[in-house]
């Protein structure tokens, strides 16, 4: 059974960095098909899609918060990671791991780790 | 521009249908998902490539396509069916994901 699990602070300083990690259970993170994605959900409001890497290191990040994002991803570990950067209030959110994959020819984030909430703060 | 318009609430009472349309230029050419989300959870995917259920997802929750609009519809509405629902779909270009505002469909 696919399992993921977000892990990281969550407090982080106005100005700083948000770093948050995912471990990925069931599921071998190397295996193509499959994106490994970071959601977030402010408080209150919509789901808002951050981006995507595959096992590959290649990535898509939303232009909005391209210039503030880095995704790595870890085999050996089967984890992926987040980093946001230049954080300020309005980065406060719940921020959740998914995963991506392809049905034949549609890409569908079919599963999600519980969340994870980040407050900026100082 | 690439976005995804749905309705921003929904009321139905118990046994009655509801239905909730998403709206983007990006769904001519992308299939899309829909996902529940209840406070406090993680969203959960019921419908995906527009009409397909996962298996396990009971057969009252149900999707079609038109154009531009895909529309998410509850049969039989029950309580535990209160909650925020999300159109997703991939941008026109398929490389970027977008999400709809949400629904909250309140069960009267």
């Known amino acids: 059974q696919v399992q993921l699990q977000e892990s990281g602070p969550g407090l982080v300083k106005p100005s700083g960095t948000l770093s948050l990690t995912c471990t990925v259970s069931g599921v071998s993170v190397r295996g193509g098909s499959k994106y490994w994605t970071w959601i977030r959900q402010p408080p209150g409001k919509g789901l808002e899609w951050i981006g995507y890497i595959y096992y590959t290191g290649s990535t898509k990040y939303n232009p909005s918060l391209k210039s503030r994002v880095t995704m790595s991803v870890n085999t050996s570990k089967n984890q992926f990671s987040l980093k946001l950067n230049s954080v300020t209030a309005a980065d406060t959110a719940v921020y959740y791991c998914?995963?991506?994959?392809?049905?034949?020819?549609?890409?569908?984030?079919?599963?999600w780790g519980q969340g994870a909430q980040v407050t900026v703060s100082s | 521009s690439d976005d995804l318009t749905q309705p921003p609430s929904v009321s139905v009472s118990p046994g009655q249908t509801a239905r909730i349309t998403c709206s983007g230029d990006a769904l001519a050419k992308q299939h899309a998902s829909w996902f529940q989300q209840k406070p406090g959870q993680a969203p959960v995917l019921l419908i995906y490539?527009?009409?397909e259920r996962p298996s396990g997802i009971p057969e009252r929750f149900s999707g079609s396509s038109s154009g531009t609009t895909v529309t998410f519809t509850i049969s039989g509405v029950q309580a535990e069916d209160e909650a925020d629902y999300y159109c997703q779909s991939p941008d026109s270009s398929g490389i970027y994901r977008l999400f709809g505002g949400g629904t909250k469909v309140t069960v009267l």
């Open positions: 490539k527009d009409t």
């Open positions: 998914a995963r991506e994959a392809d049905y034949g020819g549609d890409w569908i984030i079919d599963y």
